[in-house]
């Protein structure tokens, strides 16, 4: 993967994540609540050692239900504690006993009736509970935490969007190209999302390597807690102050069919970027995405920490599909311990095959 551009500059403070499952607590903020009828059950999870898709196959099997009447807001890892939502369709009064599921690895936290499908994206956030240990130097890291209170991080897409070794994006464009045949609807959309998320991020490093957060004519704006967005060309008084007071966000395209949304100044910018992967811009608009626009920065909320000898809690929240990780990669360097232990496995298992 192509290195991104640091808004502050790489990080000097350098810190192990997730040593125990335990280090990486997510917490679902689902933006409504179960009317308490309907035919979609509800299930609050908790699960630990276990990713989306092996809790989804757990309750097809358990409710007798096909595997399409299970759904889920967001994938969540498997190298972790999370806490999220599930719906599974069960036409009728049947009413399963979903606490019967429990066990060491899941916890059924409640569950009720809902008139509605819980659909992807059908979040208004996720909350982190992260745990930094072995840091090399916690000044640094604090200094760090404070410059992103006051002005965020950029919002790209984080390394699980990409898959382990960059697979999404490579399979994205073997499927785009014509070499790749993918039937699944699922991985599908994985792929397309890879690479389209793969172009947003080199616009948004290019743009803070070259410009860091100033403006340009015929920026796409967005109002900020939204998907709207508007064209400041020029930029004037009025704008500089709603920019400031984070009213309205610059933001970097994720690119699909149609006219480009930025114009002037910005287009160019954004065209003379995107054009590097004609092959990439002309297999996502013919696979039918359209223009959208995503925020440059993405700001951590209810920001807070806990330093105990050489070992930092920092919790916080974020709106959903933002990455922690692009929070963590301008807090520190980090290493990823179970990442790292699945290269390991993974570089045994090739010796052991050439043996």
């Excluded at 595997?67 to 504690?81: L, M, N, S, Y």
Aim: hydrophobic fraction near 40%; charged fraction near 25%.
């Amino acid at each position: 993967m192509t290195p991104l551009h640091y808004l502050y500059g790489q990080p000097e403070a350098s810190a192990d994540l997730r040593t125990y499952n335990s280090d990486f607590i997510v917490q679902e903020i689902l933006p409504f609540l179960p009317t308490g009828e309907g035919e979609h059950h509800m299930l609050h999870i908790r699960k630990e050692g276990l990713n989306t898709a092996d809790v989804a196959r757990m309750l097809s099997s358990f409710a007798g239900v096909h595997p399409k009447e299970v759904t889920f807001a967001g994938q969540k890892d498997r190298h972790a504690i999370t806490e999220q939502w599930f719906g599974v369709r069960i036409p009728g009064k049947s009413m399963p006993d979903w606490q019967s599921l429990n066990s060491e690895q899941l916890t059924v936290l409640s569950s009720a009736r809902h008139g509605k499908k819980l659909r992807t994206g059908a979040l208004a956030g996720n909350r982190f509970t992260l745990t930094l240990r072995a840091v090399s130097d916690m000044d640094a890291l604090v200094r760090r935490i404070e410059l992103i209170k006051a002005t965020g991080v950029p919002n790209y897409f984080g390394e699980q969007r990409f898959g382990h070794d960059g697979k999404n994006l490579i399979f994205g464009r073997q499927m785009l190209s014509g070499k790749k045949k993918v039937k699944d609807r699922n991985k599908r959309s994985i792929y397309l999302s890879a690479v389209r998320s793969y172009l947003f991020n080199q616009v948004v490093s290019e743009r803070l390597r070259l410009h860091q957060l100033k403006t340009l004519d015929g920026d796409c704006v967005m109002l900020a807690g939204s998907k709207s967005y508007f064209v400041a060309n020029p930029w004037d008084e009025s704008l500089y102050g709603r920019l400031a007071e984070n009213d309205i966000q610059l933001s970097a395209p994720m690119w699909g069919r149609g006219l480009a949304l930025s114009e002037a100044e910005a287009l160019a910018f954004e065209q003379g970027v995107c054009g590097q992967y004609p092959e990439d811009l002309a297999g996502l608009e013919q696979a039918g995405l359209n223009q959208e626009r995503r925020p440059l920065l993405l700001a951590p909320q209810q920001l807070s920490y806990e330093i105990q000898e050489d070992t930092l809690v920092i919790k916080f929240a974020l709106p959903a599909g933002s990455f922690a990780t692009s929070v963590l990669r301008e807090l520190v360097n980090y290493q990823d311990v179970k990442e790292r232990e699945y290269q390991a496995r993974k570089a045994a298992a090739s010796e052991q095959a050439h043996d």
